[in-house]
């Protein structure tokens, strides 16, 4: 069928549903939703060459039809249509999001075709950012008291459209750098050659041609610009002559942020899709700035004056909209003779400070190989650790002494969401901000001033340290916001890697200490439900449009995730000296003392309920595991290794305090308990660090940590068993559920057998030498899976597993046993000793006197299975000795002769 037709008769008959049938016009919105629904949870390898050129047709000509909607009809549809087309814009745009990135996955190999898929005459560059100030500037017609799940799609929206133009402006300056490095390869062949006079024109003549495609690929890119450009300096001239009038009053202006939340947002896509194309063409062409900077000065003097603009929106906005003092408006709004500023004398782009930074790079870029100590080695050149900014050590410096009056009475409305435009705008400004950062690594930007930096690190501190201290339920729509503030913070954190660590070690050891309470805010606010990275990796958390908590919970889990990467970029390529402030700020959180307050110890054994720890304590966990995770280098792990014994004791007594019935209990609702975090979850979280530590060998761990690994499972699951036994009910407090938390229990119970296979084997001598602590703590957890609800309905046990968690966590302890046998010659001896522990329980004999389940049963066969194998005869025939007759003893001939029928090896393949 003929697009355009297609098109023509979709917008005729879809004018004909909005005039005439309301809810024939609802049915085809609903059927329109679920098409969309489809595309998006369709795989990206399914989208062919063809099928993805007509699916951007379909998406575009939609986009443009619900555009078209708004503007025309505005007046005659009612508030629930209206509601209705803006909800369907927004999902077109993450469809037309995912097929862009699915388009550029295809192409990342080879010669990029991109252009194919997105042809100019259906996808007009430019469509993606008009479109999107069209249809935020119809948010007045929605109810002020819009739902929490409108405003989080308007958020949606502006990130969609943004991701979309980071996508295709990469994609379009890769093939416009590729083009340029292949004309400059060509021009030193030539030379190489000596070509003739014929063959010289030739050559020329293709090496006109590749620069004239290298023009045509980059104009989408260039004019859509060059348009934003030219809006932001209009709107620019007028605030600044209002100001200057003093008419503060008639800056209305920002009473329309939602336009010039998109314009950063466009603004910022393009940057980072410049500076990803600069990080993947010079990770394979290390002089590639140098061949930029002189072959293509026009671009780059283009590229230094749309970041002039963008930086100049960016200063005037940050005074006149979070300054309390009103005289910083009348100062200049770009002052090229302030701290940073880099204008070429000639006025135009100053080539040579390329070349200076060459040795350079951000931590998110492709690393070169190393020298064997951690160091980055590429292209012999010598790093200048001031090169990246002029003065970055006084910059960093300056930023501690530095004292903005903000506006603190606009940052606490923000946080409880009292001001929802303003908070999506400082979104995209930080994030804006970030770009430049980020942008800066790779091209030296000519005439940018740098005064803003150290005005938006202080509202950075400011919004982090009242996010964290508030006692206060956070608004929700705070987390959207606040993730540009983390955004910032990450990419200034590779700057500290430029500079003297001496004179910043200050507002390094400050900006950790922000990380830390701000992460344990996170983890107090998400109750049970907080984990460590290891345990999200390879989970993908949905936002569920339909229900509303399920935004709130994974705008939480966003926010954390996004401080975590923040916190690394501290840590990943740190000098000695930063890292070792870092890991004494992680230290003195997880002991529970506060820099310069000896006495304030934020780690209580309370009472019978258990004890209590603080979110820095908490947070100190999350923080540790980072760097154990993040921090590589031969010098870097030196300096771990100095440290990791106080480390892990300051893990055993968070658990020596912690420990107690109530761990097991889960919240009523813990999305809205955040006067502490959940005991439970600190718990399973220094769990899990143990086990990290005791994975790596190098650290060398003390016998008697290794004794109380080993002691940890029996320590926590005595009250869970006793629990099971008594079945006598916690008393908690308000709250909080008397009932067993499945799923946490299963979690914790997991990750203890987790930490004994880790030190069985990692650590075989020091385990041998407490074997009765191991043996111990595997009774423990064997007795406790005796109780397990099989019937659906009656004679419930209240703190006994489900089947399916039961059967998950022997799965979970059969691992252990095939860990003994794995190391047979250090733990054979003591294999019978498992295995009579086993056939005690099964046989009725274990404390709840109840023995196995049968699928628990199950699941332990193959581990069992594994400890007949590690005995010997001799070990059999005591325990047939020691069994005397009766269920044991049958018990243990049955499990021989399956053994000797299903498992031992007879010789023959």
């Given at each position: 069928m003929n697009k355009g037709l297609f098109a023509g008769t979709w917008h005729r008959e879809f004018a004909l549903f909005c005039r005439s049938q309301h809810y024939s016009y609802l049915l085809l919105l609903k059927l329109i939703w679920c098409l969309l629904t489809l595309l998006m949870r369709m795989p990206e390898d399914y989208f062919s060459l063809r099928s993805s050129s007509l699916y951007f047709s379909c998406i575009l000509n939609l986009e443009r039809l619900l555009v078209d909607s708004l503007s025309r009809w505005h007046g005659t549809l009612n508030m629930q249509s209206t509601l209705e087309i803006f909800l369907l814009f927004v999902s077109c745009r993450r469809v037309l999001k995912k097929l862009t990135a699915a388009s550029s996955k295809d192409n990342i190999n080879e010669q990029p075709e991109l252009a194919c898929k997105l042809p100019e005459h259906s996808f007009p560059l430019s469509w993606l950012p008009m479109s999107l100030f069209v249809v935020v500037g119809f948010r007045c017609a929605f109810p002020e008291d819009t739902s929490l799940e409108l405003q989080l799609s308007r958020c949606s929206l502006i990130d969609h459209t943004s991701n979309a133009l980071l996508i295709?402006?990469?994609?379009?300056?890769?093939?416009?750098?590729?083009?340029?490095?292949?004309?400059?390869?060509?021009?030193?062949?030539?030379?190489?050659?000596?070509?003739?006079?014929?063959?010289?024109?030739?050559?020329?003549?293709?090496?006109?041609?590749?620069?004239?495609?290298?023009f045509i690929t980059g104009k989408n890119v260039i004019h859509v610009a060059k348009l934003l450009e030219e809006f932001l300096k209009s709107s620019l001239n007028n605030f600044v002559g209002t100001c200057v009038d003093n008419k503060l009053e008639c800056l209305a202006g920002f009473q329309e942020l939602s336009k010039f939340s998109a314009i950063l947002a466009c603004f910022q896509g393009l940057f980072w899709g410049l500076a990803s194309a600069l990080v993947d063409t010079n990770a394979v062409n290390c002089d590639f700035r140098i061949k930029l900077s002189s072959s293509n000065a026009d671009l780059m003097t283009e590229v230094d004056s749309w970041v002039h603009t963008c930086v100049n929106f960016i200063i005037f906005c940050l005074k006149a909209v979070l300054l309390e003092v009103?005289?910083?408006?009348?100062?200049?709004?770009?002052?090229?003779?302030?701290?940073?500023?880099?204008?070429?004398?000639?006025?135009?782009?100053d080539c040579s400070n390329n070349a200076s930074v060459e040795g350079e790079m951000h931590p998110g870029e492709k690393k070169k190989p190393s020298d064997g100590n951690g160091d980055t080695v590429g292209c012999n050149l010598k790093r200048n650790p001031c090169?990246?900014?002029?003065?970055?050590?006084?910059?960093?410096?300056?930023?501690?002494?530095?004292?903005?009056?903000?506006?603190?009475?606009?940052?606490?409305?923000?946080?409880?969401?009292?001001?929802?435009?303003?908070?999506?705008?400082?979104?995209?400004?930080?994030?804006?901000?970030?770009?430049?950062?980020?942008?800066?690594?790779?091209?030296?930007?000519?005439?940018?001033?740098?005064?803003?930096?150290?005005?938006?690190?202080?509202?950075?501190?400011?919004?982090?340290?009242?996010?964290?201290?508030s006692y206060e339920m956070t608004n929700q729509i705070a987390f959207v916001w606040l993730l540009g503030v983390a955004k910032f913070l990450e990419e200034l954190g590779g700057y500290f890697s430029q500079c003297d660590?001496?004179?910043?070690?200050?507002?390094?050891?400050?900006?950790?200490?922000?990380?830390?309470?701000?992460?344990g805010k996170c983890i107090s606010l998400q109750g049970k439900q907080a984990t460590l990275t290891s345990q999200e990796r390879g989970v993908h958390v949905k936002m569920l449009a339909s229900i509303v908590e399920s935004q709130e919970t994974s705008k939480l889990v966003?926010?954390?995730?996004?401080?975590?990467?923040?916190?690394?970029?501290?840590?990943?390529?740190?000098?000695?000296?930063?890292?070792l402030s870092a890991i004494q700020a992680v230290e003195r959180a997880l002991v529970g003392v506060q820099e310069g307050l000896m006495t304030n110890y934020e780690i209580l054994c309370g009472n019978s309920d258990g004890g209590e720890v603080s979110a820095d304590v908490a947070a100190g966990v999350d923080c540790l595991y980072l760097i154990l995770e993040f921090?590589?280098?031969?010098?870097?792990?030196?300096?771990?290794?100095?440290?990791?014994?106080?480390?892990?004791a300051c893990l055993f007594n968070v658990i020596l305090h912690l420990q107690a019935p109530s761990i097991f209990c889960g919240h009523i609702d813990s999305i809205k308990v955040c006067d502490g975090p959940d005991t439970g979850s600190v718990l399973l979280m220094c769990v899990e660090v143990l086990t990290k530590i005791n994975g790596k060998t190098s650290f060398q761990i003390e016998g008697y940590h290794i004794a109380q690994s080993l002691?940890?499972?029996?320590?926590?699951?005595?009250?869970?068993?006793?629990?099971?036994?008594?079945?006598?009910?916690?008393?908690?407090?308000?709250?909080?559920?008397?009932?067993?938390?499945?799923?946490?229990?299963?979690?914790?119970?997991?990750?203890?057998?987790?930490?004994?296979?880790?030190?069985?084997?990692?650590?075989?001598?020091?385990?041998?030498?407490?074997?009765?602590?191991?043996?111990?703590?595997?009774?423990?957890?064997?007795?406790?899976?005796?109780?397990?609800?099989?019937?659906?309905?009656?004679?419930?046990?209240?703190?006994?597993?489900?089947?399916?968690?039961?059967?998950?966590?022997?799965?979970?302890?059969?691992?252990?046993?095939?860990?003994?046998?794995?190391?047979?010659?250090?733990?054979?001896?003591?294999?019978?000793?498992?295995?009579?522990?086993?056939?005690?329980?099964?046989?009725g004999h274990g404390p709840a006197q109840?023995?196995?389940?049968?699928?628990?049963?199950?699941?332990?066969?193959?581990?069992?299975?594994?400890?007949?194998?590690?005995?010997?005869?001799?070990?059999?025939q005591l325990l047939h000795t020691v069994f005397e007759e009766g269920p044991c003893r049958r018990t243990l001939a049955a499990l021989q002769h399956d053994y000797k029928l299903n498992f031992q090896f007879q010789g023959k393949v």
């Open positions: 295709v402006s990469r994609d379009e300056f890769v093939r416009a750098f590729n083009s340029c490095i292949f004309s400059k390869k060509l021009h030193r062949k030539r030379e190489e050659l000596k070509l003739s006079t014929k063959e010289s024109d030739l050559w020329d003549g293709t090496r006109l041609m590749n620069h004239h495609e290298n009103d005289a910083v408006l009348n100062m200049p709004v770009c002052d090229n003779n302030v701290l940073g500023s880099r204008e070429s004398s000639t006025g135009g782009y090169a990246v900014i002029p003065k970055l050590q006084v910059l960093l410096t300056e930023v501690q002494h530095e004292k903005n009056f903000l506006k603190k009475n606009l940052m606490l409305e923000l946080l409880r969401g009292e001001n929802v435009d303003m908070g999506f705008f400082l979104q995209q400004l930080f994030i804006a901000c970030s770009a430049v950062l980020r942008l800066n690594f790779h091209i030296n930007l000519n005439s940018i001033s740098w005064v803003w930096v150290p005005i938006v690190v202080n509202i950075s501190q400011h919004l982090l340290i009242e996010f964290s201290s660590p001496s004179l910043s070690r200050d507002l390094y050891v400050r900006l950790v200490g922000l990380h830390i309470m701000a992460i966003e926010l954390k995730a996004r401080l975590r990467i923040s916190f690394t970029s501290y840590i990943r390529k740190s000098s000695e000296l930063h890292l921090a590589t280098g031969y010098k870097r792990l030196n300096m771990i290794k100095r440290h990791i014994q106080s480390l892990v002691r940890v499972p029996a320590l926590l699951f005595q009250y869970f068993l006793s629990l099971q036994i008594s079945e006598v009910h916690v008393r908690t407090a308000s709250g909080i559920n008397s009932n067993a938390d499945q799923k946490f229990s299963a979690e914790l119970y997991s990750a203890c057998c987790r930490l004994l296979c880790s030190a069985l084997k990692h650590h075989k001598n020091e385990t041998q030498r407490f074997i009765a602590l191991l043996e111990d703590s595997v009774s423990v957890l064997l007795h406790s899976l005796e109780v397990v609800n099989t019937d659906p309905v009656f004679k419930r046990a209240t703190y006994a597993w489900e089947v399916t968690k039961a059967v998950e966590c022997a799965s979970s302890l059969r691992r252990v046993y095939e860990e003994v046998r794995q190391e047979k010659e250090v733990f054979g001896q003591h294999a019978f000793k498992f295995l009579s522990h086993y056939i005690w329980v099964y046989c109840r023995g196995l389940n049968r699928e628990v049963d199950e699941a332990l066969k193959p581990g069992i299975s594994a400890l007949m194998d590690s005995c010997s005869m001799e070990d059999l």
